[in-house]
């Protein structure tokens, strides 16, 4: 199946600071999923984004397939941030395939 | 709108015991069923998927199996779980022509 890798793995960021989250695929995607898992466990779908960019409040998410990798752009970031994030592909009719996320810490 | 629910939230099992875990759908038709484990915290493995009733693929060998008795009833489970089967499983659905996969809310396993 598509190897997915995300970096960083860890990071931590003061409240208000900004972050980008990167994924890269290894093959051509036809759906690339961004979610967010809170600390109770729960994975939250924050973007579904095979190509182009879009932005849902501080979030945004900007896929280049034609150069296999997608970013997870977080501005003005806030404790409730806190959490895994996950990126997912699929190619063709194949199942998701998860990278290992990046566990984000926001400190007050 | 569509909703997934699982149960129960939190199992503490002994070794050796019995595991079944349910996950329903509601508001969709013929859904694509999934079956994943977390272990470590971090990193979700695809256990199980199935396109429809009576239809299970696995994608690991393990000691768990999967059954779907209905349309939108998925049941993952275990006539002796063993100590590795600790973790924290996810259930998930994707609409047949949607793009979209969703989760619900989790079952912390904990075999001891």
């Known amino acids: 199946g598509i190897q997915v890798e995300q970096s960083p793995p860890d990071l931590i960021l003061q409240e208000g600071a900004n972050s980008t989250l990167r994924c890269n695929f290894s093959?051509?995607?036809?759906?690339l999923q961004w979610f967010h898992q809170n600390p109770w466990g729960q994975l939250i779908n924050l973007f579904y984004i095979p190509s182009g960019t879009k932005q849902n409040g501080r979030l945004s998410a900007t896929t280049v397939a034609t150069e296999r990798y997608s970013l997870l752009y977080i501005s003005s970031s806030q404790t409730t941030d806190s959490g895994v994030y996950f990126c997912?592909?699929?190619?063709?009719?194949?199942?998701?395939?998860f990278g290992t996320g990046t566990r984000l810490t926001v400190i007050p | 709108s569509q909703t997934i629910h699982q149960w129960p939230a939190t199992l503490v099992q002994p070794v050796g015991s019995p595991l079944s875990l349910e996950c329903t759908v509601e508001?969709?038709?013929?859904?694509?069923l999934y079956w994943y484990r977390q272990a470590a915290g971090r990193g979700l493995q695809l256990l199980f998927y199935?396109?429809?009733?009576?239809?299970i693929s696995s994608e690991v060998p393990q000691n768990l199996s999967a059954s779907r008795p209905q349309d939108r009833q998925f049941i993952l489970s275990s006539k002796k779980l063993l100590l590795s089967d600790s973790g924290f499983y996810l259930c998930a659905w994707r609409g047949l022509a949607g793009n979209i996969q969703y989760f619900g809310a989790g079952t912390r396993l904990s075999v001891l």
């Open positions: 508001g969709t038709s013929n859904p694509n």
């Open positions: 997912a592909a699929r190619t063709g009719a194949n199942n998701l395939f």
């Open positions: 093959d051509s995607v036809n759906n």
């Open positions: 199935s396109v429809g009733i009576g239809q």
